[in-house]
Nanobody, 121 residues
Framework: QVKLVESGGGLVQPGGSHRLSCVAS???????MAWYRRAPGRGRELVAQ???????NYADSVKGRFTISRDNAKNTVYLQMNSLKPEDTAVYYC????????????????WGQGTQVTVSS
């Protein structure tokens, strides 16, 4: 069974840095890996995504501050967050759009359980 497990959430001071990680278990091949977030009182928004070839895309609000990367050998995606602002406070979710699992089955649309990032002094 495929699962996405996030780690790295916590409390960070404004201007600080933090890194999130997400591992996809029982996956062999993964296409797009992404991070979304949901801030209090707001809808879920795409933060950043990375293709299996390493092409990236970012929300305007995080460009120049956040960096998404992945390790295909470890089925892991990272989100390095720098110059954090209070408005970055949100639950961050890992997402995979399409993968081949360990049973050679193609599957779609996986979400992690979410990890809270709070930016506050």
């Amino acid at each position: 069974q495929v699962k996405l497990v996030e780690s790295g959430g916590g409390l960070v001071q404004p201007g600080g840095s933090h890194r999130l990680s997400c591992v996809a278990s029982n996956a062999v091949t993964i296409w797009i890996m992404a991070w979304y977030r949901r801030a209090p009182g707001r809808g879920r928004e795409l933060v950043a995504q990375v293709t299996s070839e390493g092409h990236t895309n970012y929300a305007d609000s995080v460009k120049g501050r956040f960096t998404i990367s992945r390790d295909n050998a470890k089925n892991t995606v990272y989100l390095q967050m720098n110059s954090l602002k209070p408005e970055d406070t949100a639950v961050y979710y890992c997402y995979v759009d399409r993968l081949i699992d360990s049973d050679n089955e193609e599957e779609f649309d996986f979400w992690g359980q979410g990890t809270q990032v709070t930016v506050s002094s």
